[in-house]
């Protein structure tokens, strides 16, 4: 089955929503808890689908999960981890990019791993070659087979002195899980630092573990024999909060995210105000308005945090077809990421695509031929359309573009939705947009 939303466009969403962990956060904090030998409590995790798949992935190596006291409270009992069948971790192939995470946690404590192959949104190429480089240096031994990726270390995994050639996101919490529990020191140059790494690093030091998070992107773990579990309770979902307000400025309305955090998301406010949008901190959440009058064009280019995420791209986008003269946009972080456009310009944006960097720095994919700059020229009413959706943030921003055009949209495929966004469907009711969710027969 795949479900279809039904939007009839054009009212301005208004009123409270509230926003849980962050997708990007708790689903590494879940697997934090394999490098434990007692149990964890994580708090704050939100019922999104990515959650399920990792939540099945543990329970299948033994991890014992259930519901804690409080709503949104998971408890991860690590006594039993074993080395699950492979035909069962099949199964998961290509739900989600997390398995990967497993390989350390899963060598140090069982001496072998085996990694189905990865999904995740279809944003980019997305190679895990940083991510198996980091695990041969610390002395794992990796195989990689038609179904997924075989580990296994003849003898304790060594702390090493990696430099990433990117800082990735994901290779860094690699380095840590793997890191945490090596002998010896590593030194990581070139490191993520967006929150959600922060956040995971002050899981593990809660666990046990010696980090130090230095000038210029570079980390040091001294490895330490074992870990307790931890408890904790997640960051909030910068990206589902940007995302909120980034509807709210594209169908002229007024929300309240309840549970947004200023200090991660200085960048993304900034470049709100910039547009022309208005914002209310308080100690609760963040509103966001769009305070009536035209909204300003601007030039936008994706970065690393601190810079301008990725994930915020997509959403914002469409409050840029509301704008007044030519936006720029190069998006630096992955290489096919503006394919999400193209349904947009049915719907009546004008957007035009090209390959060049039309940012103020080349980035990695200029000398190459992928469509990663766009022109963004407005306001442009928006027209009701038929929309199957191709990744998570780009579906939201599709979703966002239905709920800001007159007429009715049929949005196919919004289960990819459901993997970053909490009860959506909701939300949106509450915030008092027409939108009806119903299944149907998967499209072939
Ligand atoms: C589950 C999760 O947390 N996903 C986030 C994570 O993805 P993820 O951790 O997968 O993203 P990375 O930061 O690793 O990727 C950044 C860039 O590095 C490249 N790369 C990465 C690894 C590798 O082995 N080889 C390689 O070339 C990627 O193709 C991409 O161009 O960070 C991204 C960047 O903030 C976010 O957009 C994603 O929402
Ligand atoms: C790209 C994203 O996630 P993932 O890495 O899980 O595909 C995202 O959250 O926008």
Same mark, same amino acid.
């Given at each position: 089955m795949s479900s279809t939303l039904t939007v009839t466009?054009?009212?301005?969403?208004?009123?409270?929503?509230?926003?849980?962990?962050?997708?990007?956060?708790?689903?590494?904090?879940?697997?934090a808890s394999l490098l434990g030998e007692t149990t964890s409590r994580l708090r704050n995790v939100p019922d999104i689908s990515d959650v399920a798949v990792v939540r099945g992935l543990l329970e299948l190596h033994g991890v014992r999960v259930s519901e804690g006291a409080?709503?949104?409270? +998971?408890?991860?009992?690590?006594?039993?981890?074993? #080395?699950?069948?492979?035909?069962? &971790?099949?199964?998961?192939?290509?739900? !989600?990019?997390i398995p990967v995470l497993f390989c350390g946690p899963l060598v140090h404590r069982l001496g072998e791993a085996f990694i189905p192959d990865l999904g995740g949104c279809r944003i980019g190429d997305r190679p895990i070659n940083y991510h198996l480089d980091v695990l041969r240096q610390f002395?794992?031994?990796?195989?990689?087979?038609?179904?997924?990726?075989?580990?296994?270390?003849?003898?304790?995994?060594?702390g090493t002195r990696i430099s990433l050639p990117y800082p990735s996101v994901g290779t860094t919490e690699q380095v840590l899980l793997t890191a945490v529990r090596a002998e010896g020191v590593t030194e990581l140059r070139n490191a993520a630092v967006e929150p959600e790494v922060l956040d995971l690093?002050?899981? +593990?030091?809660?666990?046990?573990?010696?980090?130090? #998070?230095?000038?210029?992107?570079? &980390?040091?773990?001294?490895?330490?024999? !074992?870990?307790t579990g931890y408890e904790h309770r997640a960051l909030p979902d910068r990206i589902e909060a940007a995302s909120w307000g980034a509807a709210a400025l594209a169908t002229g309305g007024d929300v309240y995210v309840e549970g947004a955090r200023q200090p991660d998301m200085m960048t993304f406010l900034n470049t709100f105000r910039k547009i022309g949008g208005a914002f209310d901190v308080d100690d609760s959440g963040?509103?966001?308005m769009h305070p009536?009058?035209?909204?300003?064009?601007?030039?936008?280019?994706?970065?690393?945090?601190?810079?301008?995420?990725?994930?915020?791209?997509q959403p914002l986008v469409v409050a840029l077809t509301q704008a007044q003269g030519l936006s720029i946009l190069h998006e630096t972080v992955y290489e096919n990421r503006l394919g999400f456009t193209d349904a947009l310009v049915r719907m009546g944006?004008?957007?035009?695509?090209?390959?060049?960097?039309?940012?103020?720095?080349?980035?990695?994919?200029?000398?190459?031929?992928f469509r990663h700059s766009a022109?963004?020229?407005?306001?442009?009413?928006?027209?009701?359309?038929?929309i199957t959706v191709p990744d998570l943030r780009g579906g939201f921003s599709q979703l966002i573009a239905a709920l800001a055009a007159d007429g009715t949209s049929r949005v196919h495929g919004i289960d990819l939705i459901d993997r970053g966004y909490e009860h959506f469907a909701e939300k949106l009711a509450a915030l008092g947009a027409q939108a009806v969710r119903d299944e149907e027969p998967a499209r072939v």
């Open positions: 466009g054009g009212a301005p969403l208004k009123g409270s929503v509230a926003v849980r962990g962050a997708k990007n956060f708790v689903t590494k904090a879940m697997v409080e709503d949104g409270e +998971l408890v991860l009992d690590p006594a039993d981890v074993e #080395v699950a069948a492979v035909a069962d &971790i099949d199964a998961h192939a290509g739900s !989600s990019r002395g794992a031994v990796v195989d990689k087979r038609p179904s997924g990726i075989a580990l296994s270390a003849p003898r304790r995994l060594r690093i002050a899981v +593990l030091q809660k666990m046990g573990s010696i980090i130090s #998070v230095d000038t210029d992107r570079v &980390i040091r773990i001294e490895g330490v024999d !074992s870990l963040i509103r966001f009536g009058g035209p909204l300003r064009s601007i030039a936008l280019e994706t970065d690393v945090h601190p810079g301008f995420m990725t994930d915020w791209q944006a004008t957007i035009q695509v090209y390959r060049e960097c039309l940012g103020s720095t080349p980035c990695r994919f200029g000398a190459q031929d022109v963004v020229s407005g306001p442009t009413r928006l027209q009701g359309a038929d």
